[in-house]
């Protein structure tokens, strides 16, 4: 019978509810994820090698090394290797051999050895992929947690292809990823963007086949993944893209690499750094690589050591204060010549601030390369409550006619539903975006074709140039500069009611005194 979506994902939770006496929520995921995997390996391997005994009844004779090589040759597409070979203590580096130990002392320790033997012998897949694994410790986990762990997902079902599929496993990790999110606050924004968000931005993009994706901050892979999916739901093969990522902190980024073979991509390369000043992608002239799609949701307004002479520093050099503008000018240096993309999502302040700011924002719209601005709703997100918005990039050159020398801006901040923890995007509201997006406009950048109450208007760069280069969207949508010239008339009639106040008061307190009567206005 076929494993359920919700039986896994019940009997995951299960599991990661074990920790609840040791742990905080917001470190489930360095203890559940690198147990994941390793029973998915486990159980995938085992799969193959039973297969491999059914099959081959008839090699006795072989020596072992000539049925290994038949075995890796032909089923298995990684190693488990034993441990403490030509010892009593050998056993294999599997899931089912260490569940045979977890009463005896030392379970962590032989956890933790397993996963680095299958990190060193499948070093081209599987390196440092397992983080640092500091919970295996008996300082930071118990044995005894750690036990009840591994005892509670041993009652999931075997997950190997021949017991359920890889929509299933990786549905079930996206699941635990969001419930994870859910229960961790602001840490949560380090390694989950909520699912609507990763969506819109590639259905902008619109990942094709073959094409390379790059996300410079990637998380937990989430946007690499979508990009597969949309293209497998548009009638493509999700998993002929190139996928590129690269995350700073070394727990996340294995994250991200389990997530990808959860979902059956391995045409992946994810890489550990900070890509600002060591971005790990690069072409043989030491210049960073370029490719067809880049999509990003970088920290916000993050402090950083400014680059000295980095030819990515097109129109000057963000503020120490804030990257913000650097992670665009890295994507916007790392777009393809002639089909590159970007989608970034960021702070409203990118489109007004000054200074240093200003300056590089001024550059990239004379070179025309923003194509888009799209107003998200506020409290979205897992880590900040501001609303943000989404900015659309394409290579020097190539945007449509229709489209160059200005800007297309699109409110979407009123469209959201109300979630216990924050705001959503429903569907219905991403695919008004991707309508509006993709709108044809009159000749005072007004659309013509778009229903469902969308606000969209493309401006011309000269409308642009004498607004200083603000892309404030309220100076392009009528309807939002309304709503807040009603804020600036609610402000000014407080202001004149305050004065009438303090007047009428000033008069009062004059009549007092003339009485005699003193101390009111102490």
Not at 208 to 232: H, Q, R, W
Not at 428 to 442: E, Q, W
Not at 494 to 509: D, G, V
Request: proline letters at 5%; one cysteine or more; glycine letters at 8%.
């Amino acid at each position: 019978m076929a494993v359920t979506q919700q039986e896994i994902e019940t009997r995951l939770w299960d599991a990661a509810d074990e920790l609840r006496v040791a742990i905080p929520e917001a470190q489930y995921s360095s203890v559940v994820f690198p147990l994941m995997f390793w029973k998915y390996l486990s159980d995938t391997w085992e799969h193959h090698h039973q297969e491999f005994l059914d099959e081959n009844e008839g090699l006795d004779g072989l020596s072992a090394e000539e049925a290994r090589e038949i075995e890796y040759r032909d089923y298995q597409s990684f190693e488990i290797p034993n441990i403490h070979p030509g010892t009593v203590q050998e056993r294999r580096a599997s899931w089912s051999s260490i569940l045979a130990t977890v009463t005896q002392p030392g379970l962590g320790q032989r956890v933790r050895a397993s996963l680095r033997a299958i990190e060193t012998a499948n070093p081209d897949k599987f390196s440092r992929l397992f983080g640092s694994m500091t919970w295996t410790s008996e300082e930071v986990l118990p044995s005894e947690v750690l036990a009840a762990v591994i005892r509670a997902m041993d009652r999931t079902p075997k997950m190997h292809e021949g017991n359920m599929s890889h929509d299933v496993l990786g549905g079930a990790y996206e699941y635990l990823l969001k419930r994870f999110s859910d229960g961790s606050g602001t840490r949560a924004g380090q390694f989950f963007t909520p699912r609507e968000v990763v969506e819109l931005i590639v259905e902008l993009l619109d990942p094709k086949g073959f094409e390379s994706v790059y996300d410079p901050t990637c998380g937990s892979g989430g946007m690499l993944i979508a990009s597969a999916n949309l293209l497998k739901s548009h009638g493509g093969r999700g998993y002929t893209l190139r996928l590129y990522g690269q995350e700073s902190v070394l727990d996340t980024a294995g994250v991200a690499r389990m997530n990808l073979f959860m979902h059956n991509l391995t045409q992946f390369q994810v890489e550990v750094g900070d890509t600002l000043k060591e971005p790990r992608f690069k072409k043989s002239d030491g210049s960073v690589a370029q490719f067809d799609v880049i999509l990003a949701n970088p920290p916000y307004s993050l402090k950083w050591k400014p680059w000295n002479n980095d030819p990515r520093a097109i129109g000057g050099i963000a503020p120490t204060k804030s990257a913000d503008w650097a992670f665009v000018q890295h994507m916007i240096a790392s777009m393809d010549p002639v089909k590159g993309r970007a989608g970034v999502v960021l702070p409203h302040g990118v489109l007004f601030r000054g200074g240093q700011e200003a300056a590089i924002r001024q550059r990239v719209l004379n070179d025309d390369l923003l194509e888009a601005v799209i107003g998200l709703p506020a409290n979205l997100f897992y880590n900040t409550t501001i609303p943000t918005c989404v900015l659309i990039f394409r290579a020097p050159g190539t945007k449509a006619p229709e489209r160059k020398d200005g800007v297309l801006f699109i409110d979407a901040s009123t469209r959201f539903v109300k979630a216990t923890n924050r705001n959503i995007l429903t569907g219905a509201d991403v695919a008004d975006v991707v309508t509006a997006y993709h709108s044809t406009f009159d000749a005072d950048g007004n659309p013509v074709d778009l229903d469902g109450g969308m606000a969209a208007r493309f401006a011309p760069l000269s409308e642009i140039e004498g607004n200083g280069y603000d892309l404030n969207i309220g100076r392009y949508i009528k309807h939002v500069a309304a709503e807040q010239e009603d804020l600036g008339s609610l402000i000014t009639a407080y202001n004149i009611a305050r004065a009438e106040r303090q007047k009428a008061e000033q008069r009062m307190l004059a009549v007092l005194a003339s009485a005699g009567i003193e101390g009111f206005d102490e």
